[in-house]
Structures are given as C-alpha cells and as structure tokens.
C-alpha cells in the first residue's frame, strides 16, 4: 500500500531552518506530482508547495516565497522542503500528498500523517 512518511520536524527558534522529508513507498514516485501542506492548530489546512514530478516545475503560497524550498529526489523516491527564515507564523503540522501527475486537484491524493513544526519567538 501507499505510504507517505513525513520527518524533520521540531522547535526552532524564529530565523532558524529547519528541513522536512516524505518518504513515499508503494507508488511509482516520478509519476506523481508531490506537494507540502500545513495546518495550524484552529485553521483549515493550507497549500505551502508543490512540484511536478519532473522536479522542474514548482509552486509557493506567497507566504513562504523566498524562504521555502521544495525538491524531490525521483531515485530515492523522497520529497523534501527546505525552511530558512522561519516565522512563529509558520507554526504547523506539516503534511505530505501525492497526486497523479494528471490530477489537477489534491481531492483523490495520498497523505501523510504530517510532522510538528513549532516555531518560537
């Protein structure tokens, strides 16, 4: 079965960095387009960033423009998202998805079970 294993979180103190990995087994990686996504404790869970599964095309919320970094690594069949400059703001479970790269939506995408990220100030 598809699993998707998020790691890298923890407390860092604002400014820091910190880098997320998702692990993905069961699927055929290069086949998917592979995002990032974060739900704040009270808020809906919100897109942060995606790639195609190429690598070659990426996509930020506005928020993060700058700070974050989204790659993928289709041999090893990892994900990852770099964090430099973080804000309390960013404070966070952090969720990994796949969707089909055919899928335009994340309706019908495999999930992660998501990692803290706290973020202190």
């Known amino acids: 079965q598809v699993q998707l294993v998020e790691s890298g979180g923890g407390l860092v103190q604002a400014g820091g960095s910190l880098r997320l990995s998702c692990a993905a087994s069961g699927l055929t990686f290069s086949a998917y387009t592979m995002g990032w996504f974060r739900q704040a404790p009270g808020k809906e869970r919100e897109f942060v960033a995606d790639?195609?599964?190429?690598?070659?095309?990426?996509n930020y919320v506005d928020s993060v423009k700058g700070r974050f970094t989204i790659s993928r690594d289709n041999p090893k069949n990892v994900m990852y998202l770099q964090m430099n400059s973080l804000k309390p703001e960013d404070t966070a479970v952090y969720y990994c998805a796949a969707r089909f790269r055919s899928f335009i939506t994340y309706e019908n995408a495999y999930w992660g079970q998501g990692t803290q990220v706290t973020v202190s100030s």
């Open positions: 790639i195609s599964w190429s690598g070659t095309s990426t």
